[in-house]
């Protein structure tokens, strides 16, 4: 099903107006830091409480090790509580399709997905059956690198290359069982090998343009046009040292539109990065404030239809395509 089909269906539903989608959220690094409950808005930035204040109804939640001791321990531990703060809280569910998160944010709740930051939490000798678990287990996206390059690619952040061998052994598996791969954070050699000839939407989840900005964190315009090409999307970071300028929403709007003049308001999405050691944007300091940047787009010119789509539809229309891609790969 091709993008554009893919939008109509759902543009012809309430989930087009209903859904918001935050693509990046961190709030389960800090269970590892500080004895913290989801619902503890003094002390996170993405609350359970915050999130539905805001409007948030689809939560992609990160599970992040370092590079020291264990990083696969690490994750299933930092996994193990966010399953626990799910149970606790019915107003948060796991879901493991777009079909059930649809089901989710329709009943009221907010919709809890998995994201892995960096390829290296699964693990040096067991990554396969780690994988195929994670993704058992709810694991929707996968981010290849953090900071830090790793045995499967090169990150931004030391000069890393571009795949490995066994990277590529990755990234099809992941293709294979229906997984997003996110690049942000990736260098520049990986990025554009994983876009290249992609057949299915790669993603940047937290990703500002460096044309804007001149940060090696954000991404060049030949990147964000490489992420359009495969149908991707880029999502708006929220930290400051990424926004550059004032930091505030108007600096927002400027990065969504040149992203925009690069690949199209429909390839634009968001991903906070909250609760991950972020300085925030002027204004935003919080998921419950969120309603504050929708209005700030449309003040700037975007239509509703087309905020909507940074809402939440335009990642919900890729989500749903690398989902149904190892059906049609079997036709």
């Known amino acids: 099903m091709i993008a554009s089909t893919i939008i109509a269906i759902l543009a012809s539903t309430s989930l087009a107006t209903r859904i918001q989608v935050d693509g990046h959220i961190n709030t389960s690094s800090q269970f590892q830091r500080q004895a913290i409950r989801i619902t503890d808005s003094e002390r996170l930035q993405a609350s359970l409480p915050q999130m539905i204040d805001g409007g948030t109804n ?39 399709s777009p079909e059930s998160a649809e089901r989710v944010i329709d009943e009221g709740q907010v919709a ?9 939490g699964l693990g040096i000798n067991q990554w396969r059956p780690t994988l195929f678990d ?47 791969i996110d690049l942000s954070n990736a260098s520049h050699e990986t990025i554009m090998e994983t876009c290249s000839d992609s057949p299915v939407p790669v993603i940047a989840s937290y990703s500002n343009a460096r044309s804007v900005h001149d940060h090696p ?42 992203i925009a003049e690069l690949i199209g308001r429909d390839h634009v999405a968001f991903g906070s990065g909250f609760d991950g050691m ?54």
Request: hydrophobic share 35%.
């Open 112 to 120: 809890l997905i998995i994201g892995l930051e960096g390829a290296h």
């Open 217 to 258: 964190r954000n991404l060049t315009d030949e990147e964000i046009q490489c992420i359009g090409a495969t149908g991707g999307v880029v999502g708006l970071n929220l930290h400051q040292q990424f926004l550059g300028g004032e930091g505030d929403m108007d600096q927002i709007v400027q990065h969504a539109n040149h």
């Open 134 to 180: 994670l993704k058992r287990r709810g694991m929707a996206v996968m981010s290849l690198t953090w900071s830090f390059s790793n045995q499967f690619a090169g990150s931004f952040g030391d000069g890393g290359g571009g795949l490995t061998d066994e990277g590529r052994t990755l990234l099809r598996t992941s293709r294979d069982i229906g997984l997003m």
């Open 58 to 96: 689809l939560a992609v939640e990160y599970l992040w090790a370092s590079r020291e001791g264990d990083p696969r321990a690490t994750i299933y531990g930092t996994l193990q509580r966010l399953l626990e703060e799910e149970e606790e809280n019915d107003e948060l569910q796991l879901v493991l």
């Open 278 to 331: 972020i300085v925030p944007a002027t204004g935003l300091e919080s998921s419950d404030k969120l309603q504050d940047l929708w209005r700030k787009f449309r003040a700037s010119g975007w239509l509703s239809e087309e905020v909507d789509g940074v809402r939440g539809l335009n990642y919900f229309r890729a989500w749903n395509e690398v989902c149904e891609w190892p059906n049609r790969n079997l036709q």
